[in-house]
């Protein structure tokens, strides 16, 4: 499978955001397909960690088309909630995965951590696995992270997910508010991207 370039693949995630970010970093010649083609829905997450959900999807997705998937699982760690909500980022934010929702509940979980939390710089990660599996085939699994700090106010309206709440190091605005270009440069999705594509 290595010695040969993937010429189609099928991007593991119902999100969007997601797939959009994904599409934007692989090359031109793969032709890529949305699980949405194929009417399915995403398989229940038990892995304990982001590499054993990404797998989980690949796997399912795939051995469900028959096409080689490449899969994400990625989440927000944030160091004062004990490195929650991780690999249930999603899942803060309902059945529906409402974002809004999650934000409000991180803002929630960190005032009853610490009333002035506002006060400090709150250190938080965020982490992405890819795999890339055909059938029952592991083909590569990776992870890439990014850290930085949670912003005191949701801002910008880029991205989805946690974007408007994270901070990356060594800079001043949210993934919300930074142009997709430059945050597709900097991002935990593209450091776990530059570990897979060797195999593509």
């Not at 970010?21 to 892995?47: A, C, D, M, Q, W």
């Not at 990776?142 to 801002?155: A, D, F, N, R, T």
Request: with cysteine.
């Amino acid at each position: 499978m290595r010695n040969k370039k993937i010429k189609k693949l099928l991007i593991g995630t119902n999100n969007r955001g997601k797939f959009k970010e994904i599409r934007h970093l692989l090359p031109n010649y793969i032709k890529t397909l949305p699980v949405s083609h194929f009417k399915l829905k995403s398989p229940r997450e038990s892995g304990k960690t982001f590499k054993e959900n990404s797998l989980l999807k690949s796997f399912y997705f795939s051995k469900r088309t028959g096409l080689i998937c490449l899969a994400d699982d990625s989440g927000l760690e944030i160091d004062l909630l004990n490195k929650r909500p991780g690999i249930y980022s999603a899942r803060w934010g309902g059945k529906k995965s409402d974002f809004n929702k999650a934000i409000k509940r991180v803002y929630s979980e960190l005032n009853k951590k610490d009333k002035n939390w506002k006060k400090r710089k709150i250190k938080a990660r965020f982490i992405c696995a890819l795999s890339l599996c055909f059938f029952k085939k592991k083909i590569a699994c990776v992870q890439g992270k990014v850290e930085g700090y949670i912003s005191k106010i949701p801002k910008g309206k880029n991205g989805f997910g946690y974007d408007p709440i994270f901070i990356p190091l060594k800079k001043k605005m949210t993934f919300g508010e930074m142009k997709p270009k430059l945050k597709c440069k900097i991002d935990h999705r593209f450091k776990a991207f530059k570990k897979i594509k060797k195999f593509l």
